[in-house]
């Protein structure tokens, strides 16, 4: 069973930059997706990768901000997080679709990691 592990998450000031990773414990071929929570709101969509790198999709608010990558090579993810906001303070979470496309569409994710925590100070 192939886990997810979110990592790289911490305290930063509004401005600021993060990289995010997320390491699969095996080959995941598939399109792969940041989602975050913020306290007492939904689960929402951040930004997703289609299985090759091809083809990526961003929620509005953090398109020129945030950039999802991926090396197969090395089964990881990544979320690069510039000018953060207050309002992207959130548990990010990784997941894992089982298609081919990059989506928005929570329901198309099947695995997920534990999540890690990022806090944007203004």
């Known amino acids: 069973q192939v886990q997810l592990v979110e990592s790289g998450g911490g305290l930063v000031q509004a401005g600021g930059t993060l990289r995010l990773s997320c390491a699969a414990s095996g080959r995941t071929l598939y399109s792969m997706g940041w989602f975050r929570q913020a306290p007492g709101k939904e689960r929402e969509f951040v930004a997703a990768?289609?299985?090759?790198?091809?083809?990526?999709l961003y929620t509005d608010s953090v398109k020129g901000r945030f950039t999802i990558s991926r090396d197969n090579a090395k089964n990881t993810v990544y979320l690069q997080m510039n000018s953060l906001k207050p309002e992207d303070t959130a548990v990010y979470y990784c997941a894992r679709t089982q298609t081919s496309r990059a989506t928005m569409n929570i329901g198309d994710y099947n695995l997920w990691g534990q999540g890690t925590q990022v806090t944007v100070s203004s």
């Open positions: 990768i289609t299985w090759n790198g091809g083809s990526t």
